[in-house]
């Protein structure tokens, strides 16, 4: 997406000349789009609504997604008018290309009109016109129901095209064809921690029949193991597979998580980090993987952060109907710099991830877990919206939900009445993900804090999975 097309860029190299006067750029302040700010001797502009979280290591020079270097400041050695971002006299770039309405058969697109003399739009899909209109919006018929279609616009006039807007992705409704399974149900389990119960027992006694396993770690190098110790075959692990599988269920393997040697660090490369994924797929013929990114040293390692998102695009080629899930955390009001840039990076690499959930705990003692919670998948709606170009609709279907039950580490109390409200929530808006931390601790301990194998509040044995058991999407 082209923020600062020509005309508006001609027009910065009057306010560059002023610019070592604008504020200074400093973390923890706010910044809205448009905003100008100096930082190390050169101009930038702010090309997203943000804040500059403290202490995060990253500066404008460092993040070109948020900050457009204008070019040094009066006296700082460098030019002070940025090169132009496309030919004279051609307009700017379209922006904030979105989905505005979807049938069985065709797709209602709006866009941001562009800057300088424009004739018409053209609406693409790869290389192929879709539509040629005059107005900022069109529709696009034809289509198949279920089929899924991805579309930039570009605008045009006598001297030439303008760059492409942001790409948007949707499907069409009412195909016959489901979307990738995977269980929409799907609490975690895990088989090396917590007294872990026999899945069976869990399944009759609650109606859930899909669990999402903890974790597969690194067993040396790039080779996947269960918690960096256990086989693939012959394990606990396994056992428990084949058991919940035999009561009508399946799994979704979980790759990460807080602690532990993990994968994404140790496989140099994407490709590296696919074939471990698809080891693990391979293994047990899966439906879904979950990668639950975390910490140091995935979530906030830009390296190894990009390194995750591009495997997951080539695990997604090699295996479409596979279910592609990847689970972080949030602040209240939503995901921060780190999950935006997951998501960003996701939706400009076409990488395919199916759903996006957060971990709605943590926040501090005292909150209203299911004000917080909602609070919080309001706050990823509008990332992936603005990240995409999905309506409301859309995104909650790509969305997902992963709780604590009873005290969290920090010893919030979701009770079992409001994971009744958030699953409720989930239910009424179709999220596609409803999972919680953990099936070991859905037992009652009144005062028992926070342990492995107990929620610590008064509940009934599996009380938060038969409420989980209950969700379908």
């Known amino acids: 997406m082209v923020l600062v097309p020509t005309l508006q860029a001609q027009a910065a190299s009057t306010a560059i000349q002023a610019a070592c006067t604008a ?11 448009g905003t ?12 997203q609504t943000h804040t500059a979280y403290p202490g995060a290591g990253w500066t404008p020079s460092t993040t070109p997604a948020l900050w457009k270097d204008l070019g040094a400041c009066t006296g700082g050695g460098g030019p002070t008018t940025p090169p132009p971002t496309t030919p004279s006299g051609v307009p700017s770039a379209p922006s904030n290309l979105r989905v505005t309405a979807t049938t069985n058969t065709s797709f209602t697109l709006a866009w941001n009109a562009s800057s300088g003399t424009v004739t018409g739009y053209r609406v693409y899909e790869g290389s192929t016109v879709r539509a040629t209109v005059t107005a900022t919006s069109a529709t696009v018929s034809g289509l198949a129901a279920g089929s899924t279609h ?6 045009y006039n006598a001297q030439g095209e303008s760059g492409a807007s942001n790409s948007v992705t949707a499907t069409t409704t009412g195909g016959t064809n489901p979307p990738p399974s995977g269980g929409a149900a799907a609490p975690y389990l895990y088989m090396g921690w917590g007294d872990p119960p026999n899945p069976q027992t869990v399944q009759s006694a609650t109606g859930i029949r899909w669990f999402t396993m903890a974790f597969m770690l690194s067993g040396g ?8 110790s256990r086989p693939l075959s012959g394990s606990a692990d396994a056992t428990a597979i084949s058991q919940i599988r035999a009561g009508g269920g399946d799994v979704v393997p979980s790759f990460g998580g807080w602690q532990g040697n993990k994968l994404g660090p140790n496989c140099s490369t994407p490709q590296a980090l696919a074939g471990a994924y698809q080891t693990v797929i391979n293994a047990y013929g899966l439906k879904a993987i979950d990668i639950d990114i975390e910490n140091t040293d995935e979530f906030e390692n830009d390296t190894v952060r990009n390194r995750i998102v591009d495997a997951l695009k080539i695990v997604k080629q090699n295996n479409p109907s596979v279910k592609v899930i990847v689970t972080f955390g949030t602040a209240t009001t939503g995901p921060g710099y780190y999950a935006q840039q997951l998501v ?6 076409g990488a395919g991830i199916d759903v996006f959930t957060i971990m709605p705990f943590d926040f501090g003692g005292g909150a209203n877990m299911y004000q917080s919670t909602v609070s919080a998948a309001e706050g990823l709606k509008t990332m992936l919206k603005s990240s995409f170009g999905w309506d ?12 604590m039950n009873g005290l969290s580490d920090q010893q919030e109390n979701t009770s079992p009445a409001q994971w009744q409200q958030i699953r409720d929530y989930a239910q009424n808006n179709h999220l596609a993900r409803l999972a919680f931390w953990s099936v070991n601790r859905d037992r009652p301990c009144p005062g028992g804090g926070v342990v492995s194998n107990c929620s610590g509040i008064s509940q009934n044995n599996w009380q938060f999975t038969q409420i989980t058991a209950t969700f379908t999407g």
Not at 36 to 47: C, D, F, I, P, S
Not at 150 to 155: E, F, L, R, S, W
Not at 394 to 403: Q, V
Request: with cysteine; net charge neutral.
């Open 23 to 33: 504020p200074t750029w400093a973390e923890g302040n706010t910044y809205t789009a």
């Open 150 to 155: 991805t579309y930039t616009v570009k605008a």
């Open 221 to 228: 190098g790039c080779t996947p193991a269960w918690d960096g």
């Open 344 to 349: 960003s990076r996701a939706a400009s690499t």
């Open 392 to 403: 409301d609709a859309t995104a909650y279907r790509h969305m997902g939900i992963s709780g």
């Open 36 to 47: 100008q700010v100096t930082y190390q001797g050169h101009t930038y502009q702010a090309l």
